[in-house]
């Protein structure tokens, strides 16, 4: 269970039971549906690729995600823990 994703405070049951950040941004679930989408009907081809744009943006923060869930359960992290820190905060309204 990932308790610091939105998803997981603000709706504890599906966190548990569906586990947000496994089979739901998993890419052995959504690539078929995307290539399949494309062939059969393009508009559901586009919808499976907007599912896929979140995965890979998930994958670039240190929890990573589980791309290939039913294969192998390893989680997939892109970002590098050296780029982690603090983050500048940019008032526009000071001068």
Known sequence: MHSCS????????????????????????WAPLTIAGFIFYKPIGWICLGAITPIIIDSWNLSGVAMILPFTEKIFVLASKKYTGAVDTWDPWEA
């Open 6 to 29: 939105y998803i997981g405070k603000i709706q504890p049951v599906y966190e548990q039971r569906l586990r947000h950040r496994r089979h739901v941004h998993s890419l052995i679930v």
